[in-house]
């Protein structure tokens, strides 16, 4: 039996590298170099090509290279019958927490403004946002949100929090579906970190922005699809929305004539906002693909239904 690792435009020589260390016996291909499909039972992707897959008559499990699953469940040549498993670790959930941190204190103190004045040579002061005016809404409290929100309030911020069903965490005012325009309505800066789903498809439109604190300023850590792209311009233009910070997109990378590029007050970065490091993944990794060998239940599997 064999692992396969597949990816495009990724060098995937260090992950083979990484779950070798932890386990020197496995058999591992790299895609697309694949010498016998019919020995590979346990697939590690990233945005692979669509229905390649198809061609693994033994595939058991194909495991997400990170937190998302998007790129999995929306491939229709993965068989129902194939387990679908995603990769959480302690310094994706760190790193996300800083990020959205550090998206949230240059909003405050105007850190894009500062860099379009140094090319200018420009010198002038801009008060910064009150931290009291600054109460962060995350959409999302799954193991990402909710580090998130707790290194927030370790950092003196007020967060609220909102998900399908009502979770409790500690200093954080929770919502739920029936509460969603009440926590919109009260949030200042709003942080995306959904699932992506049928239902979440497409959240962040005008008419969500209209419900903020205006002018309000939007985080999107999640995925790009969440986002109406033509309704953030609109609302940056008509002054619903202050800025926004945008991590992911529809389109990656975001092609060189996207308007995008050309708006001082949205921040933009290439889907770094948390990247999975292989030398601390590998050992999640090997561990599932033993347990699908073995038939045990495997770890952090993926709903489905629920799509996550």
């Known amino acids: 039996m064999s692992l396969l690792l597949i990816a495009k435009n990724r060098d995937m020589n260090p992950w083979k590298d990484a779950l070798l260390e932890v386990d020197s016996n496995l058999d591992i291909e790299i895609w697309?170099?694949?010498e016998k499909k019919?020995?590979?039972?346990?697939?590690?992707?990233?945005?692979?090509?669509?229905?390649?897959?198809?061609?693994y008559p033994n595939l058991k499990v194909v495991s997400s290279l990170g937190a998302g699953v998007d790129h999995l469940l929306k491939d229709e040549a993965i068989s129902e019958s194939v387990k679908l498993v995603r990769v959480m670790i302690p310094s994706l959930k760190s790193q996300m927490a800083d990020y959205v941190l550090n998206a949230i204190q240059n909003y405050r103190f105007h850190t894009s403004r500062y860099v379009d004045q140094k090319r200018e040579a420009y010198w002038s002061k801009h008060d910064p946002v009150p931290k009291e005016d600054c109460t962060v809404g995350l959409m999302g409290l799954g193991e990402m949100g909710?580090?998130?929100?707790?290194?927030?309030?370790?950092?003196?911020?007020?967060?609220?929090?909102?998900?399908?069903?009502?979770?409790?965490?500690?200093g954080v005012e929770c919502f739920n579906e029936s509460g969603f325009d009440e926590f919109l309505s009260k949030s200042k800066i709003l942080v995306c970190l959904l699932p992506l789903t049928k239902e979440t498809?497409?959240?962040?439109?005008?008419?969500?922005?209209?419900?903020?604190?205006?002018?309000a300023f939007i985080i999107n850590v999640a995925r790009g699809a969440h986002l109406i792209e033509e309704?953030?311009?609109?609302?940056?233009?008509?002054?619903?929305?202050?800025?926004?910070c945008l991590d992911v997109f529809e389109e990656e990378p975001l092609p060189s004539n996207h308007l995008f590029w050309n708006r001082p007050n949205i921040m933009i970065t290439p889907h770094v906002a948390s990247i999975t490091d292989p030398n601390e993944a590998a050992e999640q990794i090997v561990e599932n693909y033993k347990r699908s060998l073995s038939g045990m239940e495997l770890l952090n599997e993926v709903d489905r239904v629920r799509g996550y």
């Open 32 to 34: 697309p170099r694949v």
């Open 38 to 55: 019919e020995r590979v039972t346990f697939a590690v992707s990233w945005n692979h090509p669509e229905k390649v897959l198809d061609g």
């Open 146 to 170: 909710t580090a998130v929100a707790e290194w927030l309030l370790v950092n003196g911020y007020s967060v609220l929090g909102w998900s399908k069903s009502k979770k409790e965490i500690k």
């Open 201 to 215: 498809s497409g959240i962040l439109e005008l008419y969500l922005f209209k419900k903020l604190q205006s002018p």
């Open 231 to 244: 309704d953030l311009i609109y609302a940056l233009d008509t002054g619903v929305l202050k800025g926004a």
